[in-house]
């Protein structure tokens, strides 16, 4: 039963326990006021001497007495059923009791789950992090500084794009050609990306002076491994507060973006299938500039 049924039952016999005690005073005052007449009667008894008169007030008293009889008999019944009502509220209180103790039981219960749920997705964002940031130190740590490298340092530009070498040609040299054309100063590598040393510090300057990646999610992507190192740097930058990756997903459904990351899955992206490359990169040029 109910937390509300049983306060819905408890209060109909509240109702109906303080109907049962107005009627037995009710009685109660008719039974002292019957039992006053009944002994003003025998008073008049008592000093009467007349033998007729003294017949008339003794049948007079017969009735009054009777009168009281049924009063009592009529409060014993209702007393009896104000004990029933009584004996069911405090049962209907042990119950009340009993469901909301359960209440609280659960709402301690879903606490504390929620808190472990919550605790295992700070321990879970932890490990992204501390895997980001090795990946990112990986990167660091295999890219020689060079005279070359810190002249071009001071360089700032609005956007990194990772990509696969597959689609150079189909989506994104034309892509960079059109952010070019809306004063967006773009990182873009034209090499391949297994050319060697000389291209890894050039990507490592690049994530490091972009305000913004942009990452052209797709088959060819998911298959290599520096487009994903590049990916793991920039989520080291989101770890961290920043708000740096702008997804694109090109020819790729959300099923297959899932399976690679939950995390990016989550992010707002933009299809490469629903808008032409000009108006993508309308889209891109407003959120840097805005």
Known sequence: ??????????????????????????????????????NSILDKINKEKNLTRIISLQKDLSRKNEEINRSNKDKSSKAKTLSDKQAKRLKCVQDLNKEEQKERDKVKKEQKEILSL??????????????????????????????????????QYDVFISHASEDK??????????????????????FELRLGDSLRRSIDKGLNTSKYGIVVLSDAFFRKEWPQRELDGLFAREVNGEK??????????????????SIIADMLAINTTDFTIDEIAEKIAERIKS
């Open 1 to 38: 039963m109910s937390i509300q049924t049983i306060s819905n039952s408890i209060s109909s016999l509240d109702r109906e326990i303080h109907n049962l005690e107005n009627q037995i005073q009710t009685i109660n005052n008719n039974i002292n006021r019957k039992e006053k007449e009944a």
């Open 244 to 261: 740096v990756i702008l997804p694109l997903w090109h020819k790729i459904s959300k099923n297959e973006v899932i399976s690679y990351s």
């Open 169 to 190: 040609d189909s989506f994104v040299r034309p892509f960079v050609q059109a952010l070019k054309e809306k004063e967006i100063v773009v990182w873009y590598d034209e």
């Open 118 to 155: 919550q605790q295992s997705i700070t321990r879970e964002m932890e490990k992204q992090k501390i895997i980001s940031l090795n990946s990112l130190n990986h990167i660091k740590s295999d890219m020689p500084q060079t005279i070359e490298d810190n002249e071009g340092l001071n360089k």
